[in-house]
């Protein structure tokens, strides 16, 4: 793993340092990376990418009549107002979400998936489902969930630092 490269390197430079927890967010860092072109592969034969899925599926999961606002949809995906326009502008273009008034606030748009988009993410999401079980199935259950509970672990103590509330 380069990380390890990287770590010695800064034991070689600075033996007063202690880099040791880079391995941790270097392993974190790749396992992401490695992750999001295997998930792309099964996206891309529906003319997605990860993050125009996650918009489809977290207006999926919403349940009828599958609409957020646009605030919604950025706090549940951790994006910028910036981030989600683009992909907001794309799942557009290609009819898979509307813009709709919102009619308690003239000021503020819902984001609902159309009939397309409901028919698109519930055709691909056990497709992604089952990628994902199949990149976790080497751990087994038992490492999948030792390495969940850490992650929840590191997650937490990293939220309670920044101040910020837990996500369920």
Do not use: C
């Amino acid at each position: 793993m380069p990380i390890n490269a990287i770590v010695e390197q800064w034991h070689r430079e600075r033996p007063d340092l202690d880099p040791e927890p880079m391995r941790l967010f270097g392993a974190l860092a790749q396992a992401h990376l490695l992750t999001t072109p295997y998930m792309n592969n099964v996206l891309e034969q529906h003319g997605l990418v990860r993050g125009t899925f996650d918009v489809l599926s977290a207006l999926r999961r919403a349940g009828l009549p599958y609409s957020l606002t646009p605030k919604q949809l950025a706090e549940s995906l951790l994006l910028s107002g910036a981030g989600m326009t683009n992909r907001l502008d794309r799942l557009e273009s290609l009819n898979l979400i509307a813009r709709l008034p919102e009619p308690n606030d003239r000021r503020s748009l819902k984001i609902q998936l159309t009939q397309k988009g409901v028919k698109l993410i519930d055709e691909i999401i056990p497709k992604f489902v089952e990628a994902q079980h199949r990149l976790v199935a080497r751990l087994g259950l038992a490492d999948t969930e030792m390495l969940l509970g850490l992650l929840e672990r590191l997650s937490a103590a990293l939220m309670e630092d920044i101040g910020a509330e837990p996500s369920a």
